[in-house]
């Protein structure tokens, strides 16, 4: 009957090989055979799947390399170079034309020279890395407070009712208003600009984390979880955590670029660094808007500023959405 049904020569083995018994093995039953998965290589792939990205990734790395590399190759000193044409009057405020005819030809020249007879250019690019390195580490700091304390915070119903009251009283106190009271008490310097900025920029961060562990804390494996004695400090960190990626990308997203607004905007009204930040430049040059021929001394930083915090959003944005695991199918 088997021959009527099949043609056991096409498979060219004899009917030992064919009908032989196969050994049970329990731990191959077991075996599930699918692709493997990484988490990191979908985001990515997810992530340069669209081309918009490695554009704007693109100009995020030309702006990191000229406020970080730049000031490095030419060895630029902020406490001498602003001043080497101080006394030549004939170098002060001149538009890119003008100054590539004084001082030659050469890249540092291309958007004229400041009212201290400076490169506006190599001004730029060194007050760039001043702001970014800022954003940054207030970014890194605001970020793992947020999440730490919002992760306590969504478990611990002791702490909750604690923090609550925390954030009730601080959250109602505008924000740019703590800065500025904190940076006038202290010296406006680097640090102390950090300090203003994180002391309680973490709390808004923390309650948002807080609302969404609450949110996913009683779910179905969750319960399980915690009814089999798994601590709530590995719940917190394999269960929920992991899930709010996504999330924490896209918060960081939008909280880098804000940084750069508040410095800039701190600086403008005369309170910020003491330092030639991007918001140090635009303070200093405010009045050559005014001036017929001086536009691009205030327009050039505010320029910059600008394109840093789009692309920063941007590329902070469009990661987020690359790390939530339902755009991986």
Not at 66 to 78: R, T
Not at 118 to 136: N, R, V
Request: proline share 4%.
């Amino acid at each position: 009957m088997a021959d009527n049904l099949y043609n056991l020569d096409e498979f060219n083995m004899s009917e030992e090989e064919l009908f032989s018994p196969v050994d049970r093995d329990s731990l191959e039953s077991e075996r599930i055979t699918a692709p493997r998965y990484s988490y990191w290589k979908s985001v990515f792939r997810v992530f340069f799947r669209k081309k918009i990205n490695i554009i704007v990734l693109s100009l995020l790395a030309v702006l990191i390399i000229f406020s970080y590399v730049y000031p490095a190759v030419i060895s630029y000193n902020a406490e001498v170079d602003p001043y080497v044409n101080l006394m030549d009057g004939s170098a002060k405020h001149l538009t890119p034309s003008q100054a590539l005819a004084k001082f030659g030809g050469g890249i540092k020249w291309i958007l004229g020279s400041g009212a201290s007879g400076e490169s506006t250019f190599d001004a730029i690019w060194y007050g760039s890395s001043i702001s970014i390195s800022l954003a940054l580490i207030c970014a890194a700091i605001n970020m793992l407070v947020g999440v730490v304390i919002g992760a306590v915070w969504g478990f611990s119903r002791k702490f909750d009712v604690f923090m609550t009251e925390v954030y009730n009283v601080v959250a109602n106190v505008p924000y740019i208003l703590l800065i500025s009271v904190i940076v006038l008490i202290m010296s406006a310097s680097f640090w102390s600009m950090v300090f203003a900025l994180t002391v309680t920029g973490w709390i808004g961060i923390a309650y948002f984390i807080r609302t969404q562990v609450i949110i996913i804390r009683d779910r179905e494996y969750n319960l399980a979880s915690r009814c089999l004695g798994t601590p709530i400090t590995r719940i917190a960190t394999k269960n929920i955590l992991p899930f709010l990626t996504s999330v924490i990308v896209t918060l960081v997203a939008t909280e880098i670029p804000s940084y750069i607004s508040y410095e800039v905007f701190l600086s403008y009204i005369g309170m910020g660094l003491k330092d030639m930040s991007l918001g140090k430049l635009i303070e200093a040059s405010q009045n050559a808007m005014l001036v017929p021929g001086w536009e691009i001394e205030f327009w050039s930083p505010v320029a910059v500023a600008s394109i840093i915090a789009v692309v920063l959003y941007v590329v902070g944005q469009n990661l987020g959405d690359a790390s939530d695991p339902r755009t991986h199918m």
